[in-house]
């Protein structure tokens, strides 16, 4: 409920402080007084439309501030936290939380807002409190205006919001499930392609040993094989430098040989010899060792022009995919360990569509049943609320009014594949009206003069008020054109819809 309302610099006022109370709060005053500014104070604060014609004349910032009391409202909270708001509503010890709300126009047609002194956009407000305050006035209630307002309304009386929110939900979640499926399967020809040649690039990888070891190896391999013939001639001229066998002079072996038995005869006369001596046979041993080594080295060479052959290609194409992925085997092995990541993900395209499918198809049967459980309540709210409406506009003086709830087929010819219903379910629940007897209703908004929407609103509020109670519900005017009976009927409803809302009354 509004506790303060402030308007500074607002058409004709200057500076204004209103205290309102809990239930009926009723301003009265003269034509010119200022009533009306009130109503636009009030509008602006639920995100109405600023201009910088609201202004005071001469006032450069004009502004609207009220202090909310957030007894029973529980989804303004839950929507606060939502928007990270959490903490606007400032704590009052024994009584329900506070929130101070406040809207300034600029005379340059600039507005702000602000929630608990924290800047939000205009469109905050519409979504925290267009449907927490509503004003009728003598021009028509704004609300019945808006068809989609019947359907929230008569769902509200059959108790089945949370249905019509369901459906709503899943109406959208089958429309993005779709959309993603059908860009899935529009990419289906490109992926296709993309598959078989990354495919191709990592058979090629995987062809090919490329592990640093392996690499280094082949292209020692490519270097023996290519020297082969000269390697075979430059090793046959060591082994027979060692071990003699070109029979010219003496080996390396035979040259040692004979200078160790000649230091041995030496040693024996002077023993300390002893050292060159062991340096010596050392030396001996790493020739027999070398010679050795160098005779098998021989053995084992090949001159195979096939062998060099195959390697060459293997060298060929490790060139090739070193051109096409990176110079260095790190580089090779980061591409490779990179298409794997894309084929993995390429690959799982398939299960995401089979996956999409099968999610598509809960969100489709979970719409459906909610909007089945809807249709079934609506259609018996539909009967009582029509009753209730017309019991209340007897009680306005307007016996001979009729009021239906009409509910419209939706047209489901362009609905996606298997819904049985729209976002807001499977029927348009509109409000029809005749003023006399023997009048067809018809559409509130083609038929309703002004004074009688502003009662016809107050009847279905009233039909309404326990169902959407804790309201903010401004009446402007509502008793224009009646008096005597009428009007005592007029302010006892407003005053039990008071029981269940905060009602002002202008006039």
Request: overall charge negative.
């Amino acid at each position: 409920m509004i506790e303060v309302l402030r308007i500074e610099n607002l058409a004709l006022v200057e500076s204004v402080e209103l205290e309102f109370g809990s239930g009926l709060n009723v301003l009265t005053g003269e034509t010119g007084a200022g009533k009306s500014i009130i109503l636009s104070a009030l509008a602006l604060l639920t995100g109405g439309r600023a201009s910088a014609e609201t202004l005071r004349s001469g006032a450069e910032e004009g502004a609207v501030e009220a202090l909310f009391r957030m007894d029973g409202h529980d989804d303004v909270a839950e929507a606060l936290e939502a928007r990270g708001l959490g903490g606007a509503a400032e704590e009052v010890e024994g009584e329900a939380p506070e929130l101070i709300v406040r809207r300034t126009l600029h005379a340059g047609g600039r507005s702000r807002a602000r929630i608990g002194g924290q800047l939000v956009p205009v469109a905050t407000l519409v979504d925290l409190f267009g449907g927490q305050l509503e004003i009728s006035s003598q021009h028509g209630s704004q609300a019945l205006r808006h068809a989609e307002v019947h359907a929230v309304a008569l769902d509200a009386y059959a108790e089945k919001a949370n249905l019509r929110e369901t459906v709503a939900r899943e109406v959208a979640r089958v429309g993005e499930l779709e959309r993603e499926g059908a860009a899935l399967r529009a990419a289906e020809e490109e992926r296709a392609r993309r598959l078989d040649f990354l495919q191709y690039q990592r058979q090629e990888l995987e062809g090919e040993e490329l592990d640093a070891e392996s690499v280094a190896n082949l292209e020692a391999e490519h270097r023996r094989l290519t020297h082969a013939e000269r390697l075979a001639e430059e090793m046959s001229t060591v082994s027979r430098a060692l071990d003699g066998g070109d029979g010219e002079g003496d080996s390396a072996e035979t040259s040692v040989a004979t200078a160790s038995r000649s230091l041995a005869s030496a040693l024996r006369m002077d023993p300390s010899l002893e050292g060159l001596a062991d340096q010596l046979e050392n030396v001996a041993s790493e020739l027999r060792d070398v010679a050795v080594r160098a005779a098998d080295y021989l053995g084992e060479l090949e001159i195979d022009p096939r062998r060099l052959s195959a390697v060459e290609s293997k060298i060929a194409r490790l060139e090739g995919l070193r051109r096409k992925y990176g110079r260095s085997v790190e580089e090779m092995l980061a591409h490779r360990d990179e298409i794997e990541r894309e084929l993995s993900s390429l690959e799982g395209a398939d299960d995401r569509i089979r996956q999409i499918e099968k999610l598509r198809s809960e969100a489709v049967t979970a719409a459906n049943e909610a909007a089945a459980k809807l249709s079934r309540a609506r259609k018996r709210a539909a009967k009582k609320l029509a009753k209730s409406v017309e019991g209340e506009l007897g009680d306005l003086a307007m016996a001979g009014a009729r009021f239906v709830v009409d509910l419209e087929k939706v047209d489901l010819s362009g609905a996606p594949r298997g819904l049985e219903t729209g976002p807001g379910g499977r029927e348009r629940p509109q409000f029809l009206f005749s003023a006399n007897t023997g009048e067809s209703p018809r559409p509130i908004q083609k038929v309703a003069s002004g004074g009688e929407l502003s009662r016809l609103f107050l009847a279905i509020k009233n039909a309404l008020r326990v169902a959407d109670r804790n309201m903010v519900i401004v009446f402007d005017e509502v008793d224009a054109g009646i008096g005597g009976a009428t009007a005592e009927r007029v302010g006892r409803v407003l005053a039990e819809l008071a029981t269940e809302h905060q009602v002002l009354c202008i006039t």
